[in-house]
């Protein structure tokens, strides 16, 4: 069992920068592609970054690419998500994602372990 622990959210203007880190449980760390997923509300769940076991590939949605970057530090058993210029529609709840394959998963049904979520609000 893997246990995912988001931290880093919470208010910021239109603009600036918040950093979330994700630190994960467990030995195999270093063999899981990693993933960040946000909920607004009433919405869907989606994809925004996600990284492959070793950081050799990375993949952002559209709406994310130039202004958000994920990173991993298998060391530290920690995946992160640095969020600058971020704007009101990046409100949400993010989740931080685990998948045992290694390779990015971008849908909520692809993830084996889910973090329990952190708040971002991004005020205009």
């Known amino acids: 069992q893997v246990q995912l622990v988001e931290s880093g959210g919470g208010l910021v203007q239109a603009g600036g920068s918040l950093r979330l880190s994700c630190a994960a449980s467990g030995r195999t760390f270093a063999s899981y592609a990693m993933g960040w997923f946000r909920q607004a509300p009433g919405k869907e769940r989606e994809f925004v970054a996600g990284?492959?076991?070793?950081?050799?590939?990375?993949d952002y949605v559209d709406s994310v690419k130039g202004r958000f970057t994920i990173s991993r530090d298998n060391a530290k058993n920690t995946v992160y998500l640095q969020m600058n210029s971020l704007r009101p529609e990046d409100t949400a709840v993010y989740y931080c994602?685990?998948?045992?394959?290694?390779?990015?998963?971008?849908?909520?049904?692809?993830?084996?372990?889910w973090g329990q979520g952190t708040q971002v609000t991004v005020s205009s």
């Open positions: 994602a685990a998948n045992i394959l290694g390779v990015i998963i971008t849908t909520p049904s692809g993830v084996d372990y």
């Open positions: 990284i492959d076991w070793n950081g050799g590939n990375l």
